[in-house]
């Protein structure tokens, strides 16, 4: 195998790495209807079935269900659905995580302890990092805020 030989190889191995599509481990959280233990298992049994899933956590009493593998958000919102139940994206967010915890309609009466719904919803007004570091440069509780005011 002259140079000519090598190069061919080389080349030949990165157009082949760049052809794979590199797959990633994600979890995906999934609100589904449970009304009991035996429904939160069969949705498990379901969600196992997934090509690349590596975990299947379920809480009946929250409404999760959680996949962990090489999986795809999309697709396992697609299988979860031919379970018959209602599923939808988990829409809730830890309450410490909010940057706007007091906007209004980010409460969710159903939301778990601790937690509340995302501000995906159109009409909860979002801050971009520029916007909120001036909001917050007048923040009562921020102890080096100007105190101009």
Same mark, same amino acid.
């Given at each position: 195998?002259?140079?000519? %030989?090598? !190069?061919?190889? !080389?080349?030949?191995? !990165?157009? +082949?790495?760049?052809?794979?599509?590199? #797959?990633?481990?994600? =979890?995906?959280?999934?609100?589904? #209807?449970?009304?009991?233990?035996?429904? %939160?298992?069969?949705?498990?049994?379901?969600?196992?079935?997934?090509? %690349?899933?590596?975990?299947?956590?379920?809480?009946?009493?929250?409404?999760?269900? +959680?996949?962990?593998?090489?999986?795809? *958000?999309?697709?396992?919102?697609?299988?979860?659905?031919?379970?018959? #139940?209602?599923?939808?994206?988990? /829409?809730?967010?830890?309450?410490?995580?909010?940057?706007? /915890?007091?906007? *209004?309609?980010?409460?969710?009466?159903?939301?778990? *302890?601790?937690?509340? #719904? %995302?501000?995906?919803?159109?009409?909860? *007004? =979002?801050?971009? /990092?520029?916007?909120?570091?001036?909001?917050?440069?007048?923040?009562?509780?921020?102890?080096?805020?100007? +105190? !101009?005011?």
């Amino acid at each position: 195998m002259g140079v000519e %030989g090598t !190069i061919d190889y !080389i080349a030949d191995l !990165i157009s +082949s790495t760049r052809k794979r599509k590199k #797959r990633q481990l994600n =979890t995906v959280d999934l609100k589904v #209807r449970m009304c009991c233990e035996g429904c %939160g298992q069969r949705v498990k049994n379901v969600l196992s079935g997934i090509k %690349g899933a590596k975990s299947v956590e379920t809480d009946w009493k929250q409404q999760k269900a +959680s996949v962990y593998g090489f999986v795809e *958000a999309k697709k396992v919102l697609k299988v979860a659905k031919k379970t018959g #139940r209602k599923c939808e994206p988990w /829409p809730y967010v830890p309450y410490g995580l909010m940057a706007h /915890p007091y906007a *209004a309609g980010v409460y969710d009466k159903k939301a778990p *302890a601790n937690h509340v #719904r %995302g501000t995906d919803e159109p009409g909860v *007004a =979002t801050l971009n /990092p520029v916007e909120e570091q001036y909001s917050l440069m007048f923040n009562d509780d921020n102890p080096h805020a100007c +105190s !101009i005011m």
